[in-house]
């Protein structure tokens, strides 16, 4: 079992920043991880991903403005997001996917983006 506590998550006016974390109740070593989000009304949908190698990829909406890293000292997975838009208001979930394919979510952060 592997338990995700998200935290960071806030109000905060367009343009700005926020950075997100994601700490696991154990090693995140051999964790693919991930954030997702869902805004009222819409699917899940991914935000970003990175693998247990450190190879990240993003979703198209936020490519070039929110960055995914991974502390595996600290079995934290975090998501700076910059130049923050009133569509990137949602919750945003945290997820780890093991190599034998588990997939745990946390309870997850709510984003809201002023204009």
């Known amino acids: 079992q592997v338990q995700l506590v998200e935290s960071g998550g806030g109000l905060v006016q367009a343009g700005g920043s926020l950075r997100l974390s994601c700490t696991a109740s154990?090693?995140?070593?051999?964790?693919?991880m991930g954030w997702h989000r869902q805004a009222p009304g819409k699917q899940r949908e991914l935000v970003a991903g990175i693998t247990r190698d450190d190879i990240a990829n993003y979703g198209d909406s936020v490519k070039g403005r929110f960055t995914i890293s991974r502390d595996n000292a600290k079995n934290t997975m975090y998501l700076q997001m910059n130049s923050l838009k009133p569509e990137d208001t949602a919750a945003y979930y945290c997820?780890?996917?093991?190599?034998?394919?588990?997939?745990?979510w946390g309870r997850g952060t709510q984003v809201t983006v002023s204009t």
């Open positions: 154990g090693s995140i070593l051999s964790l693919n």
């Open positions: 997820r780890a996917l093991t190599r034998v394919g588990d997939e745990y």
